[in-house]
Structures are given as C-alpha cells and as structure tokens.
C-alpha cells in the first residue's frame, strides 16, 4: 500500500531531460562523499607513512571514536572500537565470540541477514538457533522474538529498504543480549541504545567515508558475556577481544587489532567533523529523511514504480528500493524483468545522470537509490525526470525489438 493513490497517467515520454543532478553518485556503498569533501582536505590531516602506533595516529584513532561516540549519541558506558573487515568483519566478530551462551534467534529479510543466518547454522553450528524470516520489502514477525534468547538482527536492511521502525519489540528485561548489524541506519535512524547490547556499522555507509574498517559498539552487557563465556571454537587473532578473560580495552581506546589505513581514518574524521558541524545526529536524519521524502513524492505520483517496501512505516530512508509496476514490465519474468531494470541503469550511467541504482544482484528486480545524509536533495529531485527518461527509453527500445 501507498500513503496516496497512483494517479491514472500516460507513460513518459523519451524526451531527455535538461538538468543533471550535480552529484549523480547514489550508491549504496561505497556511498556519496559529503558535500565540499576534497582529497586535499583529507590528505592533509592524515599521518601518511606513519606507525598507528605512534602517538599522533594512535590519538587520532581515538579521536575518531569520541566522535563517533558524540555524533551517534553512544552512552558513556558503552565501548566503542575500531575493527578490521568493514561492517562484515565487526559483526562475525560478535557472533564469533559471543553466540551459543544461550539460545539464538535469528532474524532475516534480505541478504546480509540471511548471510548470518548462514554462518550461525552452518559455520558456528549452534544449537538452539532458530531463523525468522520474510521476504524481500517485508519484516518478519517481531513479536515472535524469545526475550530469553540472543537475537541477531540488521537495523536497516540495505537490500530490501526494509527497516525496523523502532526497538519497542525488544524486551527492555531481556535475558538475552542484541547484535544489531545497523550499517546502513547508523547516523540516519533513530538506534535504541537501551535496547541494543553490540552495534556495528562501516564508515562508508551514511558518513560516505572509504571501506575496509568495521565499528563495533559494546555494551556493560555485552562486554560481561565476552568476559565470562569462552566459545567452544577457535578465534582467529583479529576475532579476539579478551585476554585472560578480561576485555583488551586499547581496542576501545584506538589501539586496533590489526593495521588501519590512516587515509581512512583521516577521512572518517572529516566526515565526523562535517556531521557535527551541521549540528550532529539531528541534522544528518534530517538530511535524509528529506532525501527519502523528495524520491517517495515522486513515486507516489508515478504509474510504473513503486516502494518496494509496501508498509510505509517499515521504508528506509537510506536504502531505498523499488521495483517496476508496469503492467508490461511486470508480467515478463525474472530474468526479463532484470534486463529490463539492467538497460535503465545502463542508459542512466551512459548519461552521466546516475551511477550504481540496479537492485542488489540477491534482491528483487529493480532499482536501489542511495539517500543517506552525504547525498543533496536537489540532487535527488533532478534524478527522478532521469529515472522517467530511463525508463520509457527502455520500454521504447523494447518495443521496437518485439
């Protein structure tokens, strides 16, 4: 469903359009650099050729995670580290070191989800692991959730542009803790600290920041079950956060696991440093709020596309996914749908008018638009005549090969 009927009109037409968005970068990930970002601005704060062991790298790394603990409006008690292997490697960290304490619930409704669900039946075997699932657009049912179990589940799911809409299905009692893989919702939605005991994002999410490191958020509860339960498995070197049975808090206080890119950490810091300036957490959900609602207004008015989240309380507003409604569209199959959704972002791309939008190759056929805080909203709004251009040229030139 949609919050306003579709309007009965024509096709558009092929005429191009005239404006081109400024920054036609909307991909999901790797994510649009913030406005006014440059190179130069970066290298210059970076300690090139330096040991991040050294004391000007080591203080920068954790000034990087002082500010991420005031931008993102982290609890005090709460650890905060950087990690190796992007999102990706801070969550198999958690799962790795903390789950079969007790049972696990785990929740999925599109890729990365369902890929935790791989790894915590068939690599981490555990015992009483049971899997709640929904397809794509859609959210599993919440309430099914054990309160005494673990519960692993992504915030914001950047596959399917279906989130959670808050945390209120999470018990504030619960015996079990939450891992919560909120890469792409992290400074763009509203995250419960009181009800999410491990937090992991990736810098180059909605801080448009550059790949390969991982943040992991801890809480007093998550910090006790990695310091009184030992996992009956082997943990490679840049899994393990105890020793002796005691956190090892320069994790937490920049001392990483492993060596960091410090042209990654100077640009997350400018990142950081922009989000603040605008005046923190606030601001960048407004941000995209703002983008999500300029690229929902146009599908709303528009015949041959919709969310493809139907619930609108359940919309990303980062990750926003779509798919084609048009009658002749719709009625090819998945591979005709997907060729068809491919030669729009083709043609797009071609044009210099948006790059990366196809849907995620797991995902339904369609297109997926970046509206994280780095991304413009004027630059939303002069995509969507493209997106109309893109696909009555596809419609066109399928016609004429019939």
């Known amino acids: 469903m949609t919050l306003h009927p579709k309007p ?26 913030r406005p006014g970002w440059s190179a130069e601005s970066v290298a210059a704060r970076a300690w090139l050729g330096r040991s991040h062991r050294a004391a000007g790298p080591k203080a920068q790394l954790a000034e990087v995670i002082e500010k991420t603990r005031a931008l993102l409006e982290v609890p005090a008690d709460h650890r905060i580290g950087i990690v190796p292997a992007s999102d990706t490697g801070a969550v198999e960290m958690a799962m790795w070191t903390m789950l079969g304490a007790r049972p696990v619930d785990m929740l999925a409704w599109e890729s990365f989800g369902a890929g935790w669900v791989t790894d915590a039946v068939k690599q981490l075997k555990l015992g009483d692991c049971r899997v709640i699932e929904a397809d794509y657009g859609a959210l599993p049912d919440l309430s099914t959730v054990r309160p005494d179990a673990d519960v692993v589940f992504t915030w914001n799911g950047t596959t399917s542009g279906a989130r959670v809409p808050n945390a209120d299905w999470i018990a504030a009692d619960r015996a079990g803790l939450t891992l919560c893989d909120a890469t792409s919702a992290a400074f763009a939605q509203a995250l419960d ?6 937090v992991t994002f990736s810098w180059q999410k909605v801080l448009g920041g550059e ?5 992991l958020i801890l809480s007093p509860r998550a910090v006790e079950r990695l ?3 030992a996992p009956p498995r082997p943990l490679p070197k840049i899994f393990r956060l105890t020793k002796g049975g005691k956190l090892i808090e320069g994790v937490f206080k920049g001392e990483t696991i492993n060596t960091p890119s410090m042209l990654a950490v100077a640009d997350c810091l400018d990142a950081l440093d922009w989000g603040l300036g605008l005046g923190g957490l606030k601001a960048l959900q407004a941000r995209a709020d703002a983008n999500f609602a300029a690229l ?4 709303d008015r528009t015949p041959w596309v919709e969310n493809l989240v139907a619930e609108p ?7 926003v996914c779509l798919k084609i409604v048009d009658p002749e569209v719709a009625s090819l ?3 005709g749908r997907r060729a068809f959704a491919s030669r729009m972002v083709k043609l797009l791309e071609a044009e210099g008018a948006a790059f990366d939008i196809g849907g995620y190759r797991d995902a339904p056929p369609g297109l997926r638009v ?6 413009e909203t004027a630059d939303v709004a002069a995509l969507t005549p493209w997106l109309d251009w893109a696909f009555a040229t596809a419609a066109a030139e399928r016609a004429a090969a019939a």
Not at 193 to 198: G, N, P
Not at 211 to 215: L, P, R, S, Y
Not at 313 to 319: E, K, L, Q
Request: charged share 20%.
């Open 227 to 229: 310091e009184s339960y």
């Open 193 to 198: 600290w009181a009800k999410l005991d491990v």
């Open 211 to 215: 790949g390969a490191h991982g943040v």
């Open 8 to 33: 009965q009109a024509p096709r558009p037409t092929a005429a191009i359009p005239q404006t081109k968005p400024v920054r036609p970068e909307f991909s999901s990930g790797p994510c649009a650099k």
């Open 296 to 299: 929902q207004a146009w599908v």
């Open 370 to 375: 970046w509206c994280g805080a780095t991304v």
């Open 313 to 319: 309380a359940h919309r990303s507003n980062t990750s």
């Open 333 to 335: 199959d998945d591979k």
